[in-house]
């Protein structure tokens, strides 16, 4: 199975001010059809997760765009331009290049 | 607007079965995948398999071979995610969810599953 690995896993930031939260896959994941099937989920406190961001940098309708998404091969970014106080919560970045889907193990956002 | 909305919590006993149910609205159920994910309490996310329920085709991971048993009644737009043979280590929030295993874009509100003697 893909390891997913996030990096920090908690990470204390002030209001306005940018967050990043990387992710490392432990085999490349860009797919024998030419996609690289890497999103990002975010999970507010007592919430089931939500999906933000898929096929590395595509955002879905409705995620703010403060939210992006880079990166290639086994390394990504999830960047928060300005963060606010609804963006609180853990964040994870999940794999589906190959069988089975894997999760990363959570950053958590807070405010400091 | 599509809605998945899941049976209640559980509490069940060591070596029992559980049965969670996931109602989907507002959308052709029989034309999107339905997976399910477990969380175990404060801990990170587990992706258990997933099914068609046009089809009825299920796969799943190698960890729940021979307990895990997914099944659906389009005449309801009703998926349901059986797990066999419990332990303590089953106690978890279990999410269905709706997408493909790329774009995992609908969750329900999870149902939380007890496993205690």
């Known amino acids: 199975d893909i390891v997913m690995t996030q990096t920090p896993l908690s990470s204390p930031v002030t209001l306005g001010q940018p967050a990043s939260i990387s992710c490392r896959s432990s085999q490349s994941l860009v797919h024998s059809d030419g996609n690289t099937y890497l999103s990002w989920l975010q999970q507010r406190p007592g919430q089931p997760p939500r999906l933000l961001i898929y096929?590395?940098?595509n955002r879905l309708s409705g995620v703010p765009d403060r939210f992006s998404g880079s990166g290639a091969g086994t390394d990504f970014t999830l960047k928060i331009s300005k963060v606010e106080a609804e963006d609180v919560g853990v964040y994870y970045c999940t794999q589906a290049s190959q069988f089975p889907v894997t999760f990363g193990q959570g950053t958590r956002l807070e405010i400091k | 607007q599509v809605q998945l909305v899941q049976s209640g919590a559980e509490v069940k006993k060591p070596g029992a079965s559980v049965k969670v149910s996931c109602k989907a609205s507002?959308?052709?159920?029989?034309?999107?995948?339905i997976n399910w994910v477990r969380q175990a309490t404060g801990q990170g996310l587990e992706w258990m398999g997933w099914?068609?329920?046009?089809?009825?085709?299920?796969g799943h991971i190698q960890k729940f071979q021979g307990r895990v048993t997914m099944t659906r009644d389009t005449s309801i737009s009703t998926a349901y995610m059986e797990l066999s043979s419990l332990t303590s280590e089953d106690t978890a929030v279990y999410y269905c969810?709706?997408?493909?295993?790329?774009?995992?874009?609908?969750w329900g509100q999870g149902t939380l599953v007890t496993v205690s003697s």
């Open positions: 099914m068609s329920p046009n089809s009825g085709q299920t």
């Open positions: 096929k590395i940098s």
């Open positions: 507002g959308y052709t159920f029989t034309s999107y995948e």
């Open positions: 969810v709706r997408g493909t295993w790329e774009l995992l874009e609908h």
